[in-house]
């Protein structure tokens, strides 16, 4: 069968996790740049079709395309070592610890980060001629995403920023569970069905991931968006990468391991009160 039943792609998730943290630092970058920009190329297509059909959903339904390719090849999100990294730590697998933890979600940060600035300056290239006219029509909204996705969070002041992490932890909370779903699977097709619809989720609800927002802002950023690198990093990347962090660990990490992998299939079952002291039969 292509199904996993839970307990054994939580197996893999903290495996997962812990090959991460021995990954060599050429590879942990390399792969987090190519998802960064594979994710950052699904974003501003999704963000095409969206201007072009003046239709969301249509743009929701296609960006998980990106996520599903990206996945596929091997390349991380961080997003996605937020929530599998610190398994292989919480599992106590030898050589992993909260410094190398942090090594990795620090190298796969700048990965993605140049990933998505690299995409971002392609696409301002793209609709400006070279910087040569003003922003076309895909251009233009790319600029008012990164002003009401930032100015308009500052705007609610406290409320805002509550809202903002909330939006982060929501993220990741599907961004996560299609990583975990991916793993449900052992054929490609099962794969892709199962990442899709939590992105879809994610996507269409506007929800704040931390990855594709580096490519949102610096690209609004280069198109003349009316707001700043500080107010995009106060008001956007700083706490959508916490709430990403609670999100995918709290709901998805944590919950799956403490009642999957911490809870023994053979445990013996209490002795039933209607057995009146007889010896009563348990699992081995």
Same mark, same amino acid.
């Given at each position: 069968?292509?199904?996993?039943?839970? *307990?054994?792609?939580?197996?893999?998730?903290?495996?997962?996790?812990?090959?991460?943290?021995?990954?060599? %630092?050429?590879?942990?970058?390399?792969?987090?740049?190519?998802?960064?920009? +594979?994710?950052?190329?699904?974003?501003?297509?999704?963000?095409?079709? %969206?201007?072009?059909?003046?239709?969301?959903? &249509?743009?929701? =339904? =296609?960006? $998980?395309?990106?996520?599903?390719?990206?996945?596929?090849?091997?390349?991380?999100? @961080?997003?996605? /070592?937020?929530?599998?990294? $610190?398994?292989?730590?919480?599992?106590?697998?030898?050589?992993? %610890?909260?410094?190398?933890?942090?090594?990795?979600?620090?190298?796969?940060?700048?990965?993605?980060?140049?990933?998505?600035?690299?995409?971002?300056?392609?696409?301002?290239?793209?609709?400006?001629?070279?910087?040569?006219?003003?922003?076309?029509?895909?251009?233009?909204?790319?600029?008012? +995403?990164?002003?009401?996705?930032?100015?308009?969070?500052?705007?609610?002041?406290?409320?805002?920023?509550?809202? !903002?992490?909330?939006?982060?932890?929501?993220?990741?909370?599907?961004?996560?569970?299609?990583?975990?779903?991916?793993?449900?699977?052992?054929? /490609?097709?099962?794969?892709? +069905?199962?990442?899709?619809?939590?992105?879809?989720?994610?996507?269409?609800?506007?929800?704040?991931?931390?990855?594709?927002?580096?490519?949102?802002?610096?690209?609004?950023?280069? @198109?003349?968006?009316?707001?700043? /690198?500080?107010?995009? !990093?106060?008001?956007?990347? +700083?706490? %959508? &990468?916490?709430?990403? @962090?609670?999100?995918?660990?709290?709901?998805?990490?944590?919950? =799956?391991?403490?009642?999957?992998?911490?809870?023994?299939?053979? #445990?013996? #079952?209490?002795? *039933?009160?209607?057995?009146?002291?007889?010896?009563?039969?348990?699992?081995?």
């Amino acid at each position: 069968m292509s199904y996993l039943n839970p *307990p054994e792609f939580v197996g893999k998730m903290v495996d997962a996790g812990e090959s991460k943290v021995f990954m060599s %630092t050429r590879d942990t970058v390399i792969r987090a740049y190519m998802a960064g920009a +594979i994710l950052a190329l699904a974003a501003a297509f999704a963000v095409t079709v %969206t201007v072009q059909t003046g239709q969301p959903l &249509v743009g929701a =339904l =296609l960006f $998980p395309v990106g996520f599903c390719m990206l996945y596929l090849l091997g390349f991380d999100l @961080l997003t996605g /070592v937020f929530t599998l990294v $610190p398994l292989a730590w919480i599992d106590r697998r030898p050589g992993v %610890t909260l410094r190398t933890v942090l090594r990795n979600w620090g190298l796969v940060f700048v990965g993605n980060f140049a990933g998505a600035l690299t995409v971002a300056l392609m696409m301002a290239v793209i609709v400006t001629f070279g910087f040569s006219v003003e922003p076309d029509e895909i251009g233009q909204k790319l600029g008012e +995403i990164g002003a009401s996705r930032t100015v308009g969070y500052a705007d609610h002041g406290a409320a805002g920023l509550l809202t !903002l992490f909330i939006r982060g932890v929501l993220c990741n909370w599907m961004v996560s569970t299609g990583v975990v779903a991916a793993m449900m699977s052992t054929s /490609v097709s099962g794969k892709v +069905i199962a990442m899709w619809m939590p992105i879809l989720v994610f996507f269409y609800m506007g929800f704040e991931h931390s990855v594709v927002n580096m490519f949102l802002f610096p690209s609004g950023l280069m @198109l003349g968006g009316d707001f700043s /690198v500080a107010d995009y !990093l106060l008001w956007n990347e +700083i706490p %959508t &990468v916490v709430g990403n @962090l609670v999100g995918g660990l709290t709901f998805v990490g944590l919950t =799956l391991y403490a009642t999957h992998a911490r809870t023994g299939a053979g #445990r013996k #079952r209490p002795v *039933p009160e209607e057995n009146f002291g007889l010896p009563a039969k348990v699992d081995a």
